[in-house]
């Protein structure tokens, strides 16, 4: 098999991390019997810079043939993050209608979280994050800019369709893992849109009566991912609150640098996204530090979603290989004082 995937290596930390981590991908393909091809796009805030637009007007059109689709990360200092990552980043997600955002958070060996008394092994669980529509949809304005009276409204939609297929998926994953789901919500606060989020988690899991679901208050959740992060299994919650959740995720679980995402159209139809849970690190930007693993273990999802399991496989263990070999070179972000191609290096020796 031969597939094809656009890189998108974007802005900041993004370049370095993708096109480190690019021949580990290359590698993996070779030995289990498959092609990557990878085509670059230098889309991103250089070339809004340069050109005034983040991608050209057809970039949709231009990955619509790809098999799958890899991101480094978008946001630039110099221009707002609401203008980069509404012309590059969002419009992807939402035009190719990659609902499901899968965000495992894995405590691995090795690995040293900031909670005291966590071990490898000890924190497994995967946010499903609702990746289209709620919080994040494009809906509002402003009005009377300059005036006293001036104001600025942006409103969540929530559909039906959109809330049912997160959650189903979710209840999916419980069923393949510890058949435990928390549904993480804002109900108290938000009569609306969470009432009835939480009213088709109670229908959907009517169909999984396996399941055992918990249901927690978004500020209550982020305590207890904290608190308690070894009882989660399953977490599913909307578009504002994954992103949040995920961000306490990857760093419970040892580093931002770790932390993998797969942004996923069930039906197919489009190619589906992968990229790190994290941003384009201004601060460690050009340093040579950047940890490419989280982006490695994104092209592990990715190999897996094209249904190369198998080098899915190998990618997760030659990472969580390397972390448990207290001699591997490894990043500042997880106490070393190596560089990015030194982790690329050694993990291609695992392989
Ligand atoms: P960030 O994730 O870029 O950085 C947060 C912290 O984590 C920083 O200290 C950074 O150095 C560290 N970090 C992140 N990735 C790392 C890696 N691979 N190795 C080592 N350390 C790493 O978040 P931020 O600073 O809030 O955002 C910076 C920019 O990125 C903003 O413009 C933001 O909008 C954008 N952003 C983009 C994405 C995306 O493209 N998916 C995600 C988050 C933030
Ligand atoms: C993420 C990021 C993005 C998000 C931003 C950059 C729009 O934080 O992928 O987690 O909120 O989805
Ligand atoms: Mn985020």
């Known amino acids: 098999m031969a597939y094809e995937i656009a890189s998108i290596p974007g802005d900041g930390i993004g370049p370095e991390v993708v096109d480190a981590a690019r021949p580990v991908f290359e590698d993996v393909a070779e030995r289990h019997g498959f092609e990557l091809s990878f085509t670059r796009y230098d889309w991103g805030t250089e070339r809004h810079l340069e050109h005034g637009s983040m991608m050209p007007d057809d970039g949709l059109e231009e990955l619509e043939g790809y098999d799958a689709i890899l991101l480094g990360a978008v946001g630039h200092p110099d221009v707002p993050d609401h203008v980069t990552l ?126 055992t679901v918990e249901r927690l208050l978004v500020d209550a959740a982020s305590m207890d991912f904290i608190r308690r992060p070894e009882e989660f299994d399953v977490v599913v919650a909307s578009n504002l609150f994954g992103d949040i959740l995920t961000d306490i995720g990857a760093i419970i679980t040892g580093s931002m640098g770790l932390a993998p995402s797969a942004n996923i159209d069930p039906t197919r139809t489009s190619p589906s996204m992968f990229e790190p849970v994290h941003g384009s690190a201004p601060d460690i930007v050009g340093d040579g530090v950047a940890n490419p693993l989280a982006t490695v273990l994104s092209g592990a999802m990715m190999v897996d979603h094209l249904g190369e399991e198998d080098a899915g496989e190998a990618l997760w263990n030659a990472a969580t290989d390397q972390l448990a070999d207290a001699d591997a070179p490894r990043t500042p972000d997880l106490g070393g004082s190596s560089g990015t191609e030194d982790v690329v290096e050694d993990l291609r020796s695992r392989l």
């Open 86 to 211: 509404n012309n590059l980043l969002l419009p992807i997600r939402k035009g190719f209608d990659q609902s499901i955002c899968k965000r495992p958070a894995v405590l691995l060996d090795g690995v040293e979280s900031p909670l005291e008394g966590y071990d490898g092994g000890d924190i497994d669980f995967v946010v499903y994050r609702e990746n289209t529509e709620g919080e994040y949809a494009d809906m509002g304005g402003q009005e009377h800019p300059g005036h006293d009276h001036e104001v600025a409204i942006q409103s969540a939609v929530f559909t039906r369709t959109g809330t049912e297929r997160i959650v189903r998926a979710a209840f999916d994953a419980a069923t393949e893992r510890e058949g435990h789901l928390t549904s993480i919500t804002k109900s108290n606060a938000q009569a609306h849109s969470m009432v009835f989020w939480d009213q088709i988690v109670e229908e959907v899991s009517e169909e999984y009566p396996e399941v």
